[in-house]
């Protein structure tokens, strides 16, 4: 009887002889199962197999996009921007990241790397696009997980100073969370999970319990969902809105990330993509909704007209006391410090995956001998963060209006893109392996979802000097990371394919032998 599985994305060991030409693919069997990535020498581009489940990818996806600082720290500067269609814009989001989650998932299925992105775009495009977006990726993820740090720097040093009446700088707060976060990505995989499990549930409990008051207290002037009428979306602020509603849900490739530590990723991954952004849209439609009927439509533009970053604290105040609010400004610093660690992890998987393609050195793919999580990958990425981070802290710059917004930028920017080319990438290959998935799965949804997304990133690029402060030529040198990115990784992609070297990724079926 013959066994035939799904294609997958797999290592090409370096041949010793010459190789036969690939099999045309063929649509897998029923229930058959996703090949594994080639075996690597001991110590090397091995992960650790089924060590996750779907609640531990939610946990690090939803952590990643810090459900309460993205509430207490831009919930005012949304407000601003996007008047009452706020909750909508959220909603928005969602729903276009659930579309793209179609041919996302239908891709998980049939391929299995560390490097999401990388793989699959790779699969529809090659190898020279697929390393161009591997390295833009990392830089992406890195820029981000900067940026988050020195919030994490800064709301430390703030929490410290108004709790234990410390005075401790902003960049040293963030290098000690930063190496503390590498120590804890080091370790197992399920202890960081567990970790950012109990932050992740104390961050959104915090919310309800807000809720929970300000409904039964009946909000400011009562309830209303003026904010969900589409008559009132129609407004040329809603692209400016788009810049802080998508950021909140960068992060949710995790889920494929770690498709190779998962335990049967085949339903793991899709499970967990979905429940994460329906959790994301879910918190952030409400919660920002619960906001607005706390405020009250009438007054809104006066309580913003202060500090609009006290907006949220100022009302949970009124509804929920002073004592509740402390508790939140600390949870807002472990928000921040999960919200960093699932960006370290993603950063080290991106080059731990690069090390085992052979685009970057083949050290970067050694694990752990115990924890077998990305050891030399994480090193340096670490270095890498630590340095940027200690350089940022020499300069005179504005951690918050200037450092956070230079660092993010590129990383709404890039993964957008990046989601563009996948949804393209799974028409190419979807479409044309015979994988079995429906026409909603691997064309109509991602056709859908490539519109959706290129409109946002239109409107996001339109509006980037309201997040960044700079004009034309300053935006263009903050994206610039990406584009140098993209252009190495390609070149060197290419140059590795060309030399016939490791780590070659090619579609690959498992043929069966007869019985």
């Known amino acids: 009887m013959n066994d035939q599985s799904d294609p997958v994305l797999t290592r090409h060991p370096l041949p010793t002889a010459p190789a036969a030409p690939a099999a045309a693919p063929v649509p897998p069997a029923s229930g058959a199962a996703v090949t594994e990535p080639a075996a690597a020498p001991a110590g090397t581009g091995q992960l650790r197999p089924n060590a996750v489940g779907a609640h531990h990818l939610v946990f690090f996806v939803v952590s990643s996009a810090a459900p309460l600082t993205g509430m207490a720290g831009f919930i005012g500067l949304a407000f601003i921007l996007g008047g009452i269609v706020v909750p909508s814009g959220y909603l928005i989001a969602g729903i276009t990241y659930a579309v793209f989650a179609v041919g996302f998932t239908a891709m998980s299925r049939h391929m299995r790397n560390s490097g999401a992105f990388y793989a699959y775009i790779t699969a529809g495009f090659g190898r020279t696009a697929g390393g161009g977006a591997a390295v833009l990726a990392y830089v992406a993820y890195a820029l981000g997980q900067v940026g988050f740090a020195a919030a994490a720097g800064v709301f430390t040093s703030l929490m410290l100073d108004a709790v234990a009446g410390l005075t401790v700088s902003w960049q040293a707060c963030a290098l000690v969370s930063g190496l ?268 859908l979802a490539t519109v959706l997304l290129g409109g946002a990133l239109g409107l996001i690029l339109w509006q980037l000097g309201l997040l960044t402060g700079l004009g034309y030529a300053g935006n263009a040198l903050v994206l610039s990371p990406l584009l140098v990115g993209f252009v190495a990784g390609a070149v060197r992609a290419r140059r590795v394919g060309r030399d016939g070297g490791v780590g070659d990724l090619i579609p690959a079926q498992r043929t069966g032998s007869g019985s």
């Open 180 to 447: 503390v976060i590498a120590a804890l990505s080091y370790s197992k995989v399920t202890i960081g999970a567990r970790v950012l499990a109990v932050l992740l549930t104390l961050e959104i409990g915090i919310l309800f319990v807000m809720a929970v008051f300000v409904l039964a207290q009946g909000g400011h002037e009562g309830l209303s969902f003026a904010s969900f009428n589409p008559v009132n979306l129609v407004t040329p602020s809603i692209g400016v809105l788009f810049v802080i509603t998508f950021i909140m849900f960068i992060g949710f490739e995790q889920t494929a990330i770690y498709s190779e530590e998962a335990r049967d990723p085949r339903r793991t991954v899709p499970r967990a993509t979905y429940w994460s952004i329906g959790v994301l849209t879910v918190t952030f439609t409400f919660i920002s909704w619960v906001i607005l009927m706390a405020a009250g439509p009438s007054r809104l533009e006066s309580l913003l007209a202060g500090d609009p970053s006290s907006l949220m604290f100022n009302l949970n105040d009124e509804f929920v006391g002073e004592a509740m609010t402390a508790v939140m400004q600390i949870l807002i610093v472990t928000s921040f410090f999960a919200s960093v660690l699932a960006f370290h992890n993603a950063g080290s998987r991106y080059l731990f995956s690069l090390g085992r393609e052979g685009i970057l050195p083949a050290a970067l793919a050694r694990t752990g001998g115990r924890t077998k999580t990305p050891s030399v990958a994480g090193i340096v990425h670490t270095v890498l963060v630590i340095g940027l981070l200690a350089g940022f802290g020499l300069t005179s710059l504005d951690p918050y209006t200037q450092i956070i917004a230079w660092t993010n930028a590129p990383t709404l920017v890039g993964v957008i893109a990046l989601e563009i080319a996948t949804s393209l990438a799974v028409i190419r290959f979807l479409g044309r392996s015979g994988t079995g998935e429906s026409r909603w799965q691997r064309l109509i949804a991602p056709a």
